[in-house]
Structure formats: structure tokens, C-alpha cells
């Protein structure tokens, strides 16, 4: 699809779309690339037009965790807050394909905010998007065993992606959910067991309803 018409499908106001398409950097970024770091300012703020980037948190203990991702035609939550309030960001973003996206200057943000609804608009739904995202994740760490945070995962990235081979190492897994390698395979080797998977080098196919 055309960047204009893309921007048109989220924002109807010619004038707002205008502006960011002329404000605004295109930007094609490959795939496992660190487009944000954690405990610095924000200067600019993603808009996907193709691919995927998941928002990371590293706490002291050097684990990661997994926050959510950001999808086409979405931005990050996190980033914005921290932009519009001038404080260091509390995560970090990687691209997890390669991804062309708008990069969109904070202070450009900032003025679009206060001068288009629709721009106050957007931001409003993606932070109830990304707040509902959240209290999910919290009640998982809280109230579910990682066995049912794993499987829950793994069909979240099937469905995302509307395949049954999900190309991603033990490891990767491990950060995203903040827990051990040893954990992820013990519980996917489980999982092959069962007859519902296939481990794969760097791969898992599914072949049952999990």
C-alpha cells in the first residue's frame, strides 16, 4: 500500500497526514536491530508500516521480559509517554523482522497531540490497547504457571502470524517470558511429548491444537 494511503486509513485529516509525511523520516530497519535503549530520551517515535518490533524490559537480576509488540499501523506506548514527559525511557525495542516504519520526531508528537483530535485520538486507544495488553501480562506472571504462559505465547505468534512453524530459538523464548532456557526446553520438549509439537532447530511446528 502506498505511505499515504496507509497514513489516510489511520488519520483522516489530509492536513495531519500532510504534515507527517513531511516531518516525518521512512525508515527500513533489519531485522534484530536495537532501534531503542533503555534509560535514554526519546528523540523519535516509531509508526509501523511493515513488520515488527517487540518493547523489552531488563530488570537487575539481567533478565528479560517481554512487554508486547508493536504491529502495523501501531506505535509504542511506552516511548510516547516518556517522549511527551521529557524521562528516560523504561524499556528497550528490537525489530523482530525487518521493518519499514515512520519515524516521527518527538516534538512533532508533542504539537500534532495538542492540535489534531484525531492525533489526541490515536494515542488515547493505543494507550487503552497497550493498557489492557499490560494488566494481562501482570495477572500471567501473578496468577498463571509458566507452562500456561508458554502455550499462550506460542499461539499468540501462530495466530500473528497465521502459520504453524514459528521461527524462534529456546533462548528467545526464554527472554521474551523472563525465565530460564532450561525452563522453555524442558516445558517444549513436554509439549513434543504430547504429540503437539515438533522442536526444530530454531523452530517450532505445530501439529496439534495446543
Request: aromatic share 10%.
Amino acid at each position: 500500500m502506498d505511505r499515504y494511503l496507509f497514513l489516510r486509513k489511520i488519520f483522516y485529516d489530509k492536513s495531519l497526514v500532510d504534515e507527517l509525511m513531511e516531518k516525518s523520516q521512512f525508515a527500513v530497519i533489519p531485522a534484530h536491530t536495537k532501534i531503542l535503549e533503555e534509560d535514554t530520551y526519546i528523540k523519535v517515535i516509531p509508526l509501523i508500516f511493515e513488520g515488527r518490533i517487540k518493547v523489552m524490559r531488563k530488570v537487575e537480576s539481567g533478565k528479560e521480559i517481554l512487554l508486547y509488540y508493536i504491529n502495523r499501523g501501531e506505535s509504542c506506548a511506552l516511548s510516547i509517554v516518556a517522549g511527551l514527559n521529557r524521562t528516560k525511557s523504561v524499556a528497550y525495542a528490537v525489530t523482530e523482522t525487518e521493518t519499514k516504519m515512520f519515524a516521527i520526531p518527538i516534538e512533532v508528537i508533542r504539537d500534532l497531540h495538542y492540535r489534531y483530535p484525531q492525533c489526541d485520538d490515536f494515542l488515547l486507544q493505543l494507550f487503552h490497547r497497550r493498557f489492557n495488553e499490560l494488566i494481562l501480562f501482570i495477572d500471567s506472571i501473578a496468577f498463571r504457571t509458566m507452562d500456561f504462559r508458554l502455550i499462550r505465547h506460542i499461539k499468540r505468534r501462530q495466530e500473528e502470524s497465521g502459520e504453524n512453524v514459528i521461527y524462534i530459538t529456546h533462548q528467545q523464548l526464554a527472554d521474551e517470558l523472563g525465565t530460564a532456557r532450561e525452563v522453555v526446553s524442558r516445558l517444549l520438549k513436554q509439549l513434543e511429548r504430547d504429540g503437539k509439537i515438533v522442536n526444530g532447530r530454531s523452530k517450532i511446528e505445530i501439529i496439534r491444537q495446543l
